[in-house]
């Protein structure tokens, strides 16, 4: 192939954008639209490389921000690169660090050079540039990294923070700027700028694809505004960011649908940090190609499993004598295994550490078959087949779903994690 | 077979008094000597049931006071048993529940009856006796299960508590009796009662094979005594308990050796909680069949790697830039599967989950490896071969032993865990 990166489309619904494709990259192919579990410091917590395979993924992510602190980008580079290092030898994507540098770090500032910021790993002032998040990303060695933007919060998570933490939203809003949409305009064309210092500083542009993020908040002539800028480049893939920083399910599939439409067609399209199920299955109908997402494994960890029929939380008493699995049917090694959902539940009582591994293992797993599913759908245009199977999938109703389940106290209601 | 258990020797030794030889229980066999690691809530810690089995462990443990305080015999009875609660379909052991009830407990009283203790789970008032055991040890349903006995603290744990912890040397004596002797001398009689009470108890003698413990601490005459009465029962199986509590690695060879020559030999001889490759090797030596210790599991959720040239703390800062495995040569998960020190040394500091797991395999499969070698050495007569390939197991020389490692930081010195 020509370049670092190879898309092709299969297969088209007639009833909206979806489409089936393959990604190609130096380590490997995936099938698109694909779920791609995090592995933020070179590792899906708790899951060995081959573990993560079996559930059906084909691509992860690693954080550039993480790895940069620790154990530093340079020492991964002189190790062989990210997928020595830790064993994956598929496609790896590694953010650029930028959304992590400005939401996790202690104290930071930013300009229109980068983002400075103290590490939280030994205190150290640093600072982050287009050139620098280049650099991390050209020594962890991954096929697909990311352009350095400048991701605003959203107007809702302002908001949001209004109502439950007062007392730090002035201070969020004075970062925030008092003109919301000002900001906005000042990340987009930010974002634009700092683009092509990462094309300039690509050190790798033969073995690494380098994605563009489009930003512009939920404004339709803002993410214009950003598509124009960012397409002109004519990259690999691009990015939807400023999505899922706090706002509401539909104004996610207002703007990925309205951002999606404005993307060319023969480019892989990634949704970054989406989400739950309805949520991909909304980008997927807008024409998105790729998801990521740390809901299977951080709720794993607390105990919460994704079913088709809804979310359940397993430490719940009624789950005490239940032999089922975690969900019927399914085929992960947790559920394929015959570990019931009472001895699940004895592992998270007990504080054992297979708890986690086991649920981890069964949500991406859920993920990935998901995946496969609307992958059928959109191969056979077959949407409705695709709700029957995935009850999940259908806008909330009244009630919240509760999972089958085997015998357990009839006197409780499922919790909803 | 007749009974539940069936062993069946196949070599021994002529230079000493190791055997080789096979356990046979309701649920498969397992070689001997064996190693046994442990898996005290049902889970042997962050590894699946495969991946136990793949470290080469044929028998794992079980704890009962703690599966019987949580999530509680009757439920894992009600459940199918601890065979079908873990998935684990190859012989278990569990122990009787004594030794916890007494040393983990807040409070605690001993007599004749049995032990009275508060849960730590739930604060509950709680009496465990040698019939409770038996009926929480049949509720679980392993393949071989233990008296209930009692176990004192050894004299030299008094003194090591007088020397490091002297605040709390006076209740602890008060505890032991100011006469250690006659201690002994009550505990040996009173595990005798006791496994009379268990015997009369046990509601599954033709599945569960009942193991006596003796008991007498480093005196030669108590262990005569406590050998005599207990050997009168014809028990499938004998452990030498009251071994490992404190004292020196001369003073547990010396205690197993005098009473494993007289248990009856065409019974397996089980040596509790013991412990280093030294310390099994000189029971195996003695005539010892099974061991089991927490040493691999535990060592390693703390970054302590066992090689075949000692111990080596992989958090240290030598092991930064090693690519070597763990231990090169070794066939484990870790080892072979291509996982550097590097790594594991990140996801140590990173405090990642993968890091205890991947140790763990390491460090049973290293002592499954020497099991391996112990029976080979055995059945060849070939104990010098056995300290070439096992430099770990000579005596303590003046220097630590040091690991070979790749490129490091040559001003470290290996830190021994």
Redesign the interface.
């Known amino acids: 192939m020509t370049g670092p990166l190879r898309f092709e489309i299969s297969a088209k619904s007639t009833v909206c954008d979806a489409r089936v494709g393959r990604v190609t990259v130096p380590h490997g192919s995936f099938d698109t639209p694909a779920f791609m579990p995090v592995g933020t ?3 899906v ?4 490389p081959q573990q993560v395979a079996d559930t059906g993924s084909q691509i992860l992510l690693n954080n550039a921000f ?1 790895l940069m602190l ?2 530093g980008d340079e ?1 991964v580079r ?3 690169g990210v997928h020595e ?3 994956w030898d598929g496609p790896i994507l590694t953010d650029s660090g930028g959304f992590q540098a400005w939401s996790l770090a202690d104290t930071n500032k930013l300009d229109d050079d980068g983002i400075t910021f103290r590490s939280f790993v030994d205190g150290r002032k640093l600072h982050l540039t287009p050139e620098r998040s280049m650099e991390v990303q050209n020594n962890l060695g991954a096929d697909i990294i990311m352009a350095f933007d400048d991701c605003p919060p959203s107007v809702a998570s302002s908001d949001r923070l209004r109502q439950q933490r007062p007392e730090l939203a002035a201070a969020h809003e004075k970062q925030v700027g008092q003109d919301h949409h000002a900001r906005l305009v000042a990340a987009v064309d930010r974002t634009s700028r700092w683009l092509e210092r990462c094309v300039a500083a690509h050190g790798r542009p033969d073995e690494q694809a380098l994605f563009g993020i489009v930003q512009g908040g939920p404004n339709e002539a803002l993410r214009i505004r950003s598509v124009e800028q960012i397409v002109g480049l004519d990259l690999p893939g691009y990015a939807i960011g400023g999505v899922a920083v706090g706002e509401s399910s539909e104004a996610i599939a207002r703007t990925v649908k309205m951002t999606s439409s404005m993307l060319p067609e023969d480019k892989p399209r990634y949704l970054m940090g989406v989400g739950y199920e309805r949520d991909i299955l909304t980008g997927v109908r807008s024409g998105v190609d790729m998801f990521d997402c740390v809901l299977p494994t951080r709720n794993g960890r607390n105990g919460g499993v994704f079913t088709r029929l809804g979310r359940i939380q397993i430490r719940n008493a009624r789950f ?2 239940d ?1 089922a699995p975690l969900e019927p049917g399914c085929d992960c ?1 947790a559920c394929a ?4 959902r ?2 699940l ?3 998270f ?2 504080g ?3 708890a ?3 649920m981890s293992m069964h949500n991406i797993r859920h993920f990935q078959r998901l995946m496969v599913d609307i992958r059928g759908a959109i191969e056979d245009d077959a949407w409705s087949s695709l709700a029957r199977a995935w009850p999940v999938l259908e806008p909330p109703a009244g009630e919240p779903p509760v999972a089958a389940s085997g015998p357990g106290d009839p006197g409780e209601r499922s919790s909803i994690s």
Chains 1, 2 share one sequence.
């Not at 917590?45 to 060995?48: P, S, T, V, W, Y």
């Not at 295994?337 to 019931?340: K, L, N, R, T, V």
């Open positions: 410091r070179a590792s917590k708790g899951l060995l993480h620790r154990p020492l002189d190790l062989g290092f830790m064993r005490k004598k032999l090694v295994g015959g570990f019931s009472a001895y539940r004895h592992l009582i007990a054992e550490m297979l986690p591994i086991l």
